[in-house]
């Protein structure tokens, strides 16, 4: 049975909670692979047993939610939008309050006080009570349930003490009022602050809705970004943002690839060079050729996978979804004991029960809970993004916790990447020109940042040229290929003790053709990142597949006392075992050659530029190759953990404290629904402070 991959817009969540009930419900229908999305308002799912998605709009608009095709598009009616519930309700609240320090004696007559408070309690029904009830059948009860038992006691109470004529001790309609507004203020700050939490994928988005200009028979017409198809030619000019992935065609260019990379410095581009859909081009212009569009981007791609890993839930978050779902049925319960025990067990006033009762029902908090993890994890996955750092999911941000070792590849990872030759010593009758010519043929055909260096290398020298039939590569071996006369080749390292500087080797027909130095250079900041791992207490470790005696010496440089040389993939994945047995692991290597390495440690990062095999194997992404982002990724994991353990403790703490002073009778509900209200700004207040905090090293 086919797979149908399905994405929906859905507005009204509003914490984790929200969230969770429509997750359950997509559960029960037996959907697989379920994303939902507060913050994003994206609700995504695989529909393996072809449920109708009408049924499924149905029963997500059936717990109070609303599906939409585009939330930036979509417009709440007028008496929709919380923030107009609360100037309303706030408007009639205000002389139910001033009642009690104005000498107005209309504004103490019951049925004042009722008529003021009646449109508030119906307001609340309708934001409150829709919310609790379909909570209830989602089958996570929300905090909208205690805000609702606790304001319609209140009223439903004032309404008999009102029609009974009762006198003024019966009247608790500023209480009522007074609990519903300020929680609809929550809702408003609580709204406006979690927006602020999902900027950086905002801002991507913002980045690709952007127009093009598509050279059509020799003029030029303006088109969108989502309009232009592969093979198109486009021409983007001084201050314009590339709309799509291509390749120059002609001009040049200094583009500004900052909100990828992260660096400021522009790279200068020109023909045949590759460029990304976002990127800005500073001065310069050129043609270039369309390659990658829509959802193939690069750009794309890191939307993607930030919606992705704002929606992994770190193991710590665990305990917090636990204590939520089983929040809201423990604290009405506490309600009803305080209310037993104050009425029946303290004799006290039926008055005074009802009151303590109705206090621990506002003042407790689950959405603190339910808000603690995700809106960190999203700012500190936000603040990685723009330092060009794309890390795979808030799971990973508590894997580097602890971490003992960093396993480092050499080559593009403590090295430049960028190879010279510094010697080439022909067998034979072999010229210097046919060795050339040769090299030439095979390594156009490899993607390996050697290959690369070496045609760049070459390119201007005098040399034979070779018509190759078929390459292939081995990994961590080298190149295969055959020309057209039917003579084989290899290129590639071969394992030797002897001590010297020739490490590749080239082999025509199985007989030595030449041996190759090359050598490239370390990177300046890597010494200084090896000295910075080790305050930290973290054991730094070259695994490569190079040569013992260059393995050695880079190692001794910058500082690495532990190596591992030679290595071939499958025995790189050894080495990771055994590390991982005695610590946890980081591996970093460029995405390429090391992904089956990347994959196995505990966490894989890669010094590659977003290919695709990076984003596939590693869970972490430096799109900046500065060995500097190695340090920023655990100082940012960090303080993520950081702030999502003070968060997890102000949300438990909070309750712990708040519950038993308001069943004890120590606090007005009018209070607690002040600190409930403003609990969870706290939570995601301390969150967004993530945005501009000083980060320190990680401490050892």
């Given at each position: 049975m086919s797979e149908q991959l399905v994405e929906l817009n859905v507005t009204g969540m509003h914490c984790n909670n929200c969230a969770l009930s429509i997750h359950k419900l997509l559960e029960k229908k037996g959907l697989q692979n379920?994303?939902?999305?507060?913050?994003?308002?994206?609700?995504?799912?695989?529909?393996?047993?072809?449920?109708?998605?009408?049924?499924?709009?149905?029963?997500?608009?059936?717990?109070?939610?609303?599906?939409?095709?585009?939330?930036?598009?979509?417009?709440?009616?007028?008496?929709?939008?919380?923030?107009?519930?609360?100037?309303?309700?706030?408007?009639?609240?205000?002389?139910?309050?001033?009642?009690?320090?104005?000498?107005?004696?209309?504004?103490?007559?019951?049925?004042?006080?009722?008529?003021?408070?009646?449109?508030?309690?119906?307001?609340?029904?309708?934001?409150?009570?829709?919310?609790?009830?379909?909570?209830?059948?989602?089958?996570?009860?929300?905090?909208?349930?205690?805000?609702?038992?606790?304001?319609?006691?209140?009223?439903?109470?004032?309404?008999?003490?009102?029609?009974?004529?009762?006198?003024?001790?019966?009247?608790?309609?500023?209480?009522?009022?007074?609990?519903?507004?300020?929680?609809?203020?929550?809702?408003?700050?609580?709204?406006?602050?979690?927006?602020?939490?999902?900027?950086?994928?905002?801002?991507?988005?913002?980045?690709?809705?952007?127009?093009?200009?598509?050279?059509?028979?020799?003029?030029?017409?303006?088109?969108?970004?989502?309009?232009?198809?592969?093979?198109?030619?486009?021409?983007?000019?001084?201050?314009?943002?590339?709309?799509?992935?291509?390749?120059?065609?002609?001009?040049?260019?200094?583009?500004?690839?900052?909100?990828?990379?992260?660096?400021?410095?522009?790279?200068?581009?020109?023909?045949?060079?590759?460029?990304?859909?976002?990127?800005?081009?500073?001065?310069?212009?050129?043609r270039m050729i369309a390659t990658k569009v829509g959802s193939n981007t690069v750009l794309s791609q890191v939307i993607e996978l930030m919606k992705k890993a704002q929606a992994a839930k770190p193991p710590v978050q665990k305990l917090g979804d636990k204590v939520a779902s089983v929040f809201v049925p423990a604290v009405i319960f506490i309600s009803l004991v305080t209310f037993v025990v104050t009425y029946f067990a303290v004799h006290t006033t039926l008055q005074i029960a009802l009151m303590n009762a109705i206090a621990v029902l506002v003042i407790s908090c689950p959405c603190a809970m339910g808000l603690a993890t995700p809106t960190a994890v999203m700012v500190g996955l936000g603040r990685a993004a723009k330092n060009g750092i794309l890390i795979k999911g808030g799971d990973t941000i508590e894997a580097v916790a602890n971490t003992k070792y960093v396993v480092f590849d050499k080559t593009g990872t403590l090295t430049t990447g960028k190879f010279r030759i510094n010697d080439i010593k022909t067998e034979g009758n072999t010229t210097i020109e046919q060795v050339r010519g040769i090299i030439t043929a095979i390594e156009e055909r490899s993607n390996h940042p050697i290959a690369k260096s070496l045609l760049n290398g070459l390119k201007l020298l005098p040399q034979t040229r070779l018509i190759l039939k078929t390459a292939s590569e081995e990994k961590g071996l080298g190149m295969r290929a055959e020309d057209v006369d039917g003579n084989h080749y290899f290129l590639g390292t071969a394992k030797s003790t002897a001590e010297n500087e020739f490490n590749l080797s080239l082999y025509k027909n199985q007989q030595l053709l030449a041996q190759i130095a090359i050598d490239d250079e370390i990177k300046p900041e890597a010494a200084a990142l090896i000295t910075q791992l080790k305050k930290m207490n973290i054991i730094p470790v070259l695994l490569s597949g190079d040569r013992e005696n260059r393995c050695q010496k880079v190692a001794k440089l910058i500082g690495i006392d532990e190596v591992h040389s030679e290595k071939l993939p499958d025995e790189k994945l050894t080495v990771i075992d055994i590390y991982k047995q005695k610590g946890k692991t980081i591996m970093i290597g460029d995405g390429i050659n090391d992904a089956p390495a990347l994959t196995k440690a505990d966490v894989g990062v890669s010094m590659n530029d977003a290919s695709q095999v990076a984003i596939q194997s590693a869970r972490v992404i430096l799109l900046n190759t500065d060995l500097h982002s190695v340090v920023k990724f655990l100082q940012i994991s960090k303080h993520t953990l950081i702030t999502i353990k003070q968060n997890l403790f102000w949300a438990f703490a909070y309750n712990v404290v708040a519950i038993p002073i308001a069943a004890l009778g120590f606090l007005n509900p009018m209070v607690g629904a002040f600190a409930m209200a403003f609990s969870d700004v706290v939570v995601i207040g301390n969150s967004l402070r993530l945005k501009s905090k000083k980060l320190s090293p990680p401490a050892p």
């Open positions: 379920i994303l939902v999305d507060f913050a994003g308002e994206e609700v995504k799912f695989s529909n393996t047993h072809s449920v109708a998605i009408p049924d499924i709009i149905k029963d997500i608009e059936g717990l109070g939610f609303k599906v939409v095709d585009d939330p930036a598009t979509h417009t709440a009616p007028f008496y929709e939008k919380v923030e107009n519930k609360f100037l309303f309700c706030a408007i009639l609240t205000i002389p139910l309050l001033a009642h009690m320090v104005l000498p107005w004696h209309f504004l103490q007559l019951p049925t004042v006080q009722l008529l003021l408070c009646l449109p508030v309690f119906l307001v609340g029904c309708l934001h409150f009570g829709k919310s609790a009830i379909n909570s209830i059948r989602g089958g996570v009860p929300n905090m909208d349930v205690l805000i609702f038992v606790g304001s319609s006691a209140a009223f439903i109470y004032s309404l008999i003490g009102t029609i009974e004529n009762l006198g003024d001790k019966y009247l608790f309609y500023e209480t009522c009022a007074t609990i519903i507004t300020l929680v609809l203020l929550g809702n408003v700050l609580e709204k406006r602050s979690v927006t602020q939490t999902t900027s950086a994928v905002k801002d991507l988005i913002k980045i690709q809705q952007v127009n093009a200009n598509l050279v059509v028979n020799g003029g030029i017409e303006v088109v969108s970004a989502k309009e232009v198809r592969p093979g198109d030619t486009l021409l983007v000019n001084t201050g314009d943002k590339i709309p799509v992935d291509g390749e120059i065609l002609s001009g040049d260019a200094s583009v500004d690839e900052a909100m990828l990379t992260g660096e400021s410095i522009p790279v200068e581009k020109t023909k045949y060079d590759k460029v990304i859909g976002g990127t800005i081009v500073q001065h310069g212009n050129f």
